[in-house]
């Protein structure tokens, strides 16, 4: 009997979708990481959300392909704590992490 040794979990998109969320393979990852590095150049919250609707995106590639090619569907379905889920399994990106979200609040308090 093999080992898992990763997170998976079964998540049920706002739309009524079921999908099984895994570490996303090494070809996805990279993609996903080329377009994660793009976020820290978003200057808005709506540009910084579009980072994460498109590495939401390539990750459905593997979840998902029907929602992955269709982008509205896709933000219906979705929510930002559902992406962060998403993001922290499939690519280990953590969003909710509190030690993270005191960084970001004391860089903002600098500014």
């Known amino acids: 009997?093999?080992?898992k040794i990763y997170?998976?979990?079964d998540l049920e998109?706002?739309?009524?979708?079921e999908v099984?969320?895994?570490p996303l393979n090494i070809k996805n990852l990279?993609?996903?990481m080329k377009v994660w590095a793009t976020a820290t150049s978003a200057e808005t919250e709506d540009e910084f959300l579009s980072v994460l609707l498109e590495c939401t995106k390539i990750?459905?590639?593997q979840y998902h392909p029907a929602l992955a090619n269709d982008p509205?569907?896709?933000e219906d379905a979705l929510d930002l704590q559902t992406m962060y889920k998403i993001l922290e399994v499939a690519a280990d990106i953590r969003l909710n992490d509190p030690?993270?979200?005191a960084a970001a609040q004391e860089l903002v308090g600098q500014n």
């Open 13 to 17: 998109l706002l739309d009524g979708t």
């Open 30 to 32: 990279r993609e996903v």
């Open 59 to 61: 990750a459905f590639k």
């Open 1 to 3: 009997m093999a080992t």
């Open 7 to 9: 997170e998976s979990i």
């Open 72 to 74: 509205e569907k896709l």
């Open 99 to 101: 030690n993270l979200l």
């Open 20 to 22: 099984t969320i895994k």
